[in-house]
């Protein structure tokens, strides 16, 4: 392992949920690649999402929580151009082995991510009221 990739494991911290010997590759490499990532670059992706609103949907301020709910799902499963670079945020900090082990399952691991950062995103949703944006 270089140093590049020992960084990025240490600097990413344990695993997030249950290693399993009976686990899909697909649930271990979520568990110990993807999940940790996304909680590393939360601030990341709700600043980029921040970003989002105010550049293409300045009417979600006045949506219900309902709507804004679905706003997120919909800017992150429809608009390729964004989903590709929360993407590349997630994809930046593999390892070389782990990037080898993404590009085999790459449709299903890229299904997961973008479930799970909705969700995350979601579960935030208080963050993106119009007073808390600069």
Same mark, same amino acid.
């Given at each position: 392992?270089?140093?590049?990739?020992?960084?990025?494991? /240490? *600097?990413?911290?344990?695993?997030?949920?249950?290693?399993? @010997?009976?686990?899909?590759?697909?649930?271990?490499?979520?568990?110990? =690649?993807?999940? @940790?990532?996304?909680?590393?670059?939360?601030?990341? *992706? =709700?600043?980029?999402?921040? %970003?989002?609103?105010?550049?293409?949907?300045?009417? *979600?301020?006045?949506?219900?929580?309902?709507?804004?709910?679905?706003?997120?799902?919909?800017?992150?499963?429809?608009?390729?151009?964004?989903? %590709?670079?929360?993407?590349? +945020?997630?994809?930046?900090?593999?390892?070389?082995?782990?990037?080898?082990?993404?590009?085999?399952?790459?449709? %299903?691991?890229?299904?997961? +991510? +973008? %479930? +799970?950062?909705?969700?995350?995103?979601?579960?935030?949703? /208080?963050?993106?009221?119009?007073?808390? =944006?600069?």
């Amino acid at each position: 392992m270089n140093q590049r990739d020992v960084f990025l494991c /240490q *600097f990413r911290g344990e695993s997030i949920g249950s290693i399993n @010997p009976n686990s899909s590759s697909d649930e271990n490499f979520q568990n110990q =690649v993807i999940r @940790p990532i996304l909680k590393l670059q939360n601030d990341l *992706f =709700v600043a980029s999402f921040m %970003n989002y609103i105010k550049k293409y949907k300045k009417d *979600f301020y006045s949506h219900t929580v309902e709507k804004k709910l679905m706003t997120i799902e919909n800017a992150i499963q429809k608009d390729i151009k964004y989903r %590709n670079a929360l993407k590349g +945020m997630v994809i930046a900090l593999f390892t070389a082995d782990e990037y080898t082990l993404y590009i085999q399952s790459s449709s %299903n691991l890229n299904k997961r +991510m +973008m %479930n +799970m950062l909705i969700e995350r995103l979601k579960d935030q949703v /208080q963050l993106f009221e119009n007073d808390t =944006v600069s």
